[in-house]
C-alpha cells in the first residue's frame, strides 16, 4: 500500500506530530500542500489530509488543496484529521466538510481523527493557553492504532 500524509501545522506543531504519528504506521511521507501537485495523488492508495482548527475550521490553506483536487469516478481511500484546542463538537466536526468534499471527489473516506492540542487562540493566550501538554504520549497512540486499523484493512497479509 502507498500511503501519503498532507499536513497543514502552523501553531506549535500540533498537527505535524500527529501527521508523524499517522504517517509510521502506514510507512507514508508527511508534505504540506504546496510539496505536492494533486494530480499526483492518484500514484496513492491512501491519503490521509490534516491541519489544526481555526476558528471551527481546517487551515484555509488545507481547504484549498482539497478543493483543487480533480474529481474522478474511482479513486483511492483517504481519511481527515485535526488537532484541536476545544473538543470537536458532536453536532459540528471538524473534519466533515473536508470528508464531503473528497468524497464528491470520488474518494473512499475511511474515517476521521482529531486530538486535542496545545492552544493559544485568543482568550486562551491571557492564561498561556490550554491543553500545554498536548498531543501526548496517549494522543500518540492513538494516532498510530488509527493508521495501524487503516492499514490492516488494505493489507490482504493480514
Avoid: Q
Wanted: with cysteine; proline share 8%.
Amino acid at each position: 500500500m502507498k500511503a501519503v500524509i498532507v499536513c497543514v501545522s502552523v501553531s506549535h506543531g500540533n498537527t505535524r506530530r500527529i501527521a508523524e504519528a499517522l504517517a509510521r504506521p502506514l510507512a507514508a511521507p508527511v508534505v504540506e500542500p504546496e510539496e505536492l501537485d494533486p494530480a499526483e495523488l492518484a500514484g496513492y492508495d491512501l491519503i490521509g489530509l490534516g491541519s489544526g482548527v481555526f476558528t471551527g475550521r481546517l487551515h484555509p490553506r488545507l481547504r484549498r488543496f482539497i478543493h483543487t483536487l480533480p474529481g474522478a469516478e474511482r479513486r483511492g481511500r483517504a481519511f481527515v484529521f485535526a488537532t484541536s484546542g476545544l473538543p470537536e463538537p458532536g453536532f459540528r466536526p471538524f473534519t466533515r466538510p473536508a470528508e464531503r468534499t473528497l468524497a464528491a471527489k470520488g474518494f473512499r473516506v475511511v474515517g476521521g481523527f482529531t486530538a486535542r492540542g496545545h492552544d493559544t487562540w485568543l482568550p486562551f493566550r491571557l492564561v498561556g493557553g490550554i491543553n500545554k501538554h498536548r498531543p501526548d504520549t496517549r494522543d500518540f497512540a492513538a494516532a498510530r492504532t488509527f493508521a495501524e486499523r487503516l492499514r490492516a484493512v488494505s493489507d490482504p497479509a493480514s
